[in-house]
């Protein structure tokens, strides 16, 4: 297999602006300075929690949170400059830690020069997609501009860009707002990638649509699994384990076909110690990310219990982006416990799966491996004692791994 080694990878996942504490702005006159850095006394962390991949959010030049990209091949000027990201990815190499980069290439930023250009009549309008005289925005955001994805340029343009930062050491790529890209545009340009980077690994944003149908149609490796997101939160605070095991039944099939990024949060969406209303049923949640199949991601800050609630309006995404101390704390009991589970079973990144035992309130989920390996996730929301198969009874509120 070209990327075998994704089956092996448990990514930590950072959003460098927040992490840092960088301004809320930047622009080209922006002052370097060399916030980077503050990332590599967290990399023993992440490897003492487990992990061994560093999933960064966007680092390249931008007007305000990263997704309005103004230039693709310079690291933003907030978080530093080239040798500060060399310096990041050696450091992430001398410890074993693969690397994954956040790609804007649905839409970028309005003062991205060819994008501005196009707007103001001094380029050609072949950057930018248009209804008419106007141009698309993303999701209704003035600053947003989307991208023309049928043009030869903007091809061109974005392969170059993923193989330039592959070349300096990244491992692979985060598509953002995948799902607003045609797939036949990943379908010209991962080829051409991949004939230059056959190992590289990319893994497109995928809220809504058909997950499978994009992954063929693309020839992606991967996409973010947020139905299996919404379902773990949502089934556990209506103590309504039927929604969980339909979403279960629904992943298997296409943990089957690909392995899909798994996540309990992440850049965009409330904290889970924020999501989950009975703190009892927090580490149900956990398990469940490092039980499943897939390629799971831990969201920084996470592992420590933080809390955070996104807000629809300006500035609503701070609280889940805050920044981090110069030097971590201890590990998360529960994460650590459980990716220690994983390490030692790493047949469950491409296990089989299904369900017994379901109730409202009760479920085992049963994961079997290509040797006859079997182990049994058991969840129990009740107030009383859960039995199933002859194993222990798991406590109010509790959940067990137990073989078999």
Known sequence: ?????????????????????????????????????????????????????????????????????????????????????????????????????????????????????????????????????????????????????????????????MCHWLERGADGWRLDAAYAVEPEFWAEVLPRVRERFPAAWFVGEMIHGDYGDYVKRSGLDAVTQYELWKAVWSSLNDRNLFELAWALDRHRAWAGAFLPMTFLGNHDVTRIASRITDSRHLGHAVALLFFLPGVPSVYYGDEFGLHGIKEDRPGGDDAVRPPMPAVPGPAGGDYQHLISIRRRNPWLTGARISTAGLTNEHLAVIAEGPAGQRLSLLLNLADEPFVHGGHEPVPPHGWAIVEG
């Not at 070209?2 to 992490?19: A, S």
């Not at 970028?108 to 072949?126: I, K, M, Q, T, W």
């Not at 698309?136 to 994805?149: A, K, M, N, P, V």
Request: charge should be negative; hydrophobic fraction near 40%.
């Open 1 to 161: 297999m070209r990327n075998d080694w994704v089956g092996h990878v448990i990514w930590w996942h950072v959003y460098p602006l927040g992490f840092v504490g960088a301004e809320p702005s930047g622009g080209p006159s922006t002052e370097v300075t060399h916030r980077l850095g503050r990332l590599e006394p967290w990399l023993d962390h992440l490897i003492a929690l487990g992990c061994n991949g560093l999933a960064l959010g966007p680092v390249f030049a931008s007007g305000t949170h990263g997704y309005d990209t103004t230039d693709y091949l310079r690291v933003d000027p907030r978080l530093g400059d080239d040798g500060d990201f060399d310096a990041l990815v050696a450091a992430c190499r001398q410890r074993g830690i693969r690397v994954l980069l956040d790609g804007v290439f649905n839409h970028a930023g309005r003062e991205f020069p060819p994008v501005r250009a196009a707007l103001d009549g001094s380029g050609p309008r072949e950057w930018v997609r248009w209804s008419g005289d106007h141009p698309y925005l993303f999701e209704g955001h003035d600053r947003l501009i989307t991208l023309d994805h049928g043009s030869p340029v903007v091809r061109d343009f974005v392969t170059e860009v």
